[in-house]
Nanobody, 122 residues
């Protein structure tokens, strides 16, 4: 069974930083892809960034590319989303998702985490 678990959400002041972590387990391949998404109240889910663990291909949404950084720690099977210069409009539930391939992340991942709340105060 594939499990995806996020952690690291919380409350931060505008201009501050948060670090979200994602651990995916149970995948049949050692190489896979991870994506970060968010959903704000009353809005559609938005893709933020994704990364192929096998070749390091990384993509960012324009809305976050200058502020968010995705990286992976292979020793810990962890993918991190470092979020800097946070704004009140970044408030949302943030989700991590896993798929066998990067294009699977872009088309709609197979496996989702439960989400973690990020709140940014002004």
């Amino acid at each position: 069974e594939v499990q995806v678990v996020e952690s690291g959400g919380g409350l931060v002041q505008a201009g501050g930083s948060l670090r979200l972590s994602c651990v995916a387990s149970g995948l049949t391949r050692d190489n896979y892809a991870i994506g970060w998404f968010r959903q704000a109240p009353g809005k559609e889910r938005e893709g933020l960034s994704c990364r192929s663990i096998s070749d390091g291909t990384t993509l960012y949404a324009d809305s976050v590319k200058d502020r968010f950084t995705i990286s992976n720690d292979n020793t810990k099977n962890t993918v991190v989303l470092q979020m800097n210069s946070l704004k009140p409009e970044d408030r949302a539930v943030y989700y991590c998702a896993a798929d066998a391939l990067l294009r699977g992340i872009l088309r709609g991942p197979d496996h989702w985490g439960q989400g973690t709340q990020v709140t940014v105060s002004s």
